[in-house]
Each structure stands twice: as structure tokens, then as C-alpha cells.
């Protein structure tokens, strides 16, 4: 049998346990899954001359880029590329849609 109890005004304070997850190794196939993500691929190939496709959606000016430059960074949302002429992209990898590059890419899987 059920029993309920009503508490006029609010609820007794009950005391929360906070719970910790236990530390727990990933096995090694997810381990490789993850390192190849655009972002990670990209920093290991940084300084390789590549050629670099954007788009912008929602631009009527801008629609596309195309940048042929250098890989500086990459982040999770991000990518800095640098041109020949020393000027520097920091871009969205949202406007991302991909790389080319005329040497072997490093994949490090």
C-alpha cells in the first residue's frame, strides 16, 4: 500500500546525495573515434598549404570563400589559416565544408 502525505505550504527539505561518476577508461576504439574530428585532423597538419572551402549561408555578399593558405590552430569551433601574404583567417568551422591539400594528409589513426 501506496501512502501519501500532504504538506501544507511545501515539502520537507530532503537532504541530496550528490553522485560521482567513477572514473572509468574509455576503451582504445573509442579513443581513435574521437581523435577524427575535422579539428583535430587539421592541427595535425598544421603548417601544411592547403586550400580551404567556406560557406556562408545566409550572406548574399559573401556566399562562399575560398582561402589557399597555411593551418595555424584549429579549435572545437574554429580554424586559423594564414595566407601567403601573411594575412590571418580565424573562421567558424561551422562554415566549414572542407579542405584540400597536395601533399599526404596526416591522420594519425
Do not use: C
Not at 581513435?32 to 601544411?48: A, D, F, P, T
Request: hydrophobic content about 30%.
Amino acid at each position: 500500500m501506496v501512502q501519501y502525505y500532504w504538506y501544507p505550504g511545501s515539502y520537507p527539505q530532503q537532504q541530496q546525495q550528490q553522485m560521482t561518476p567513477p572514473n572509468v577508461q574509455l576503451p582504445a576504439a573509442r579513443r581513435r573515434q574521437e581523435e577524427s574530428y575535422v579539428e583535430n585532423i587539421l592541427r595535425m597538419n598544421k603548417g601544411k598549404l592547403g586550400t580551404f572551402y567556406f560557406t556562408f549561408e545566409h550572406s548574399k555578399e559573401h556566399n562562399s570563400k575560398v582561402i589557399t593558405g597555411y593551418v595555424e590552430a584549429a579549435g572545437r569551433d574554429h580554424v586559423i589559416i594564414s595566407d601567403q601574404s601573411g594575412k590571418r583567417y580565424l573562421i567558424l568551422m561551422i562554415y566549414f565544408d572542407y579542405a584540400t591539400f597536395d601533399e599526404e594528409i596526416n591522420y594519425g589513426l
